[in-house]
Nanobody
C-alpha cells in the first residue's frame, strides 16, 4: 500500500499561483509514475498532469498546458504541481495518484494509489 499525502491547496485570486506537493513517505518513490487529477463539484475526475519515474517525460491536459508544471524530487519522495495564471475554472479538489511502472498515463483507472485530495479555490 502506498500512502500519498497532498498539501499546498488554498484560496487564491485569479491570476495567482499555488504549488501543490504530494509526499509518499517510506516508499521506493522512483519506481512510480505520478499523476495529478482534479474534480470539481458535479463533474468527473479529470487528468491534469503526469510525470515518468525519472522526470524525463511529462504530459499535460490542454486546459493547463503552459500554466502548470509537474516535477518530482525522488530523493524526497515528493511530486509537485506548480500552478500559475490560475483561473476560476481551475477550482477543484486536486488529487495525487501513483502507479508502479514506466508507462505515463492520463487515465484515472490506470492509477493504483490516490491521496485524500487538497482543495484549490480560485476567486474571480
Amino acid at each position: 500500500q502506498v500512502q500519498l499525502v497532498e498539501s499546498g491547496g488554498g484560496l487564491v485570486q485569479a491570476g495567482g499561483s499555488l504549488k501543490l506537493s504530494c509526499a509518499a513517505p517510506g516508499r521506493t518513490f522512483s519506481i512510480y509514475t505520478m499523476g495529478w487529477f482534479r474534480q470539481a463539484p458535479g463533474k468527473e475526475r479529470e487528468f491534469v498532469a503526469a510525470i515518468s519515474w525519472s522526470g524525463g517525460t511529462t504530459y499535460y491536459a490542454d486546459s493547463v498546458k503552459g500554466r502548470f508544471t509537474i516535477s518530482r524530487d525522488n530523493a524526497k519522495n515528493t511530486v509537485f504541481l506548480q500552478m500559475n495564471s490560475l483561473k476560476p475554472e481551475d477550482t477543484a479538489v486536486y488529487y495525487c495518484a501513483a502507479v508502479r511502472g514506466v508507462v505515463v498515463t492520463y487515465r484515472p483507472i490506470d492509477y493504483d494509489y490516490w491521496g485524500q485530495g487538497t482543495q484549490v479555490t480560485v476567486s474571480s
